[in-house]
């Protein structure tokens, strides 16, 4: 049974680009949760779709936005990017919304600002 | 706003000691509290949660984590240090089951000596 994918792997940007990160949850889950993992800390949420709906939003600029299609994948898009953008983007996946019901972690992207 | 703090940003132990990671929750309500590991170039897996069910949680890989309310605390430890639990651990507290967002600390880098 196929995790969670998330593409692509690694990207380098320049300051200012647009960039969009893919997640495929694991089938049959529902929810997406989007999070950034700067180097040296602890991931920090930033969106939760469920069922095409944003269920959360954590304290983020409006140069991230994201959504889900039908198919329940997920796409992160991050505008006018910044140094300080560069971190490890996680996506991680469950039945249901919120973490109690078991979030699948992928193996994330990491996005290099230069 | 609900948070945890990691004591100990490094721990080092030798193979067959005492695994004994901290973490300490800020909650006016009772928490919803969970341990991740990420091991290098991967994602999170979960290795437990608490439940309010029973104070003291088995995880996997041998894990086990004491929820203690008189002190905040929700310590994870394991009784024998394997070379393959080096890793990073992360302690993570959502607000409700259903709730969108997991908040984590900052991490605890574990390294394990011959």
């Known amino acids: 049974d196929a995790g969670v994918t998330q593409s692509p792997t690694h990207l380098i940007k320049t300051r200012g680009q647009h960039v969009t990160l893919r997640c495929s949850p694991i089938?049959?889950?529902?929810?997406v949760s989007w999070y950034q993992q700067v180097l040296g800390q602890g991931p920090q949420f930033i969106f939760q779709y469920y069922e095409k709906e944003e269920r959360g939003r954590g304290n983020f600029p409006d140069r991230f936005s994201a959504r889900q299609f039908p198919n329940y994948s997920s796409e992160l898009n991050v505008n006018a990017l910044l140094l300080g953008d560069s971190a490890l983007y996680l996506c991680?996946?469950?039945?249901?919304?919120?973490?109690?019901?078991?979030?699948?972690f992928g193996s994330g992207t990491r996005l290099t600002v230069v | 706003a609900q948070s945890v703090t990691q004591l100990g940003s490094h721990v080092s132990v030798s193979e067959g000691a005492l695994v004994l990671l901290r973490c300490n929750y800020s909650?006016?309500?009772?928490?919803?509290l969970f341990w991740y590991v990420q091991y290098p170039n991967q994602g999170l897996q979960l290795l437990l949660k608490y439940t309010s069910a029973a104070t003291l949680v088995k995880g996997i890989n041998g894990f086990e984590a004491e929820f203690k309310k008189s002190e905040t605390s929700f310590h994870l430890t394991k009784p024998s240090a394997h070379m393959s639990d080096a890793a990073e651990y992360f302690c993570a507290v959502s607000p409700e089951p259903s709730g969108s967002r997991l908040t984590f600390g900052e991490g605890t880098q574990l390294t394990v000596n011959p």
């Open positions: 909650s006016s309500v009772p928490p919803y």
């Open positions: 991680a996946s469950s039945p249901r919304t919120g973490p109690w019901w078991g979030y699948t």
């Open positions: 089938s049959g889950h529902k929810s």
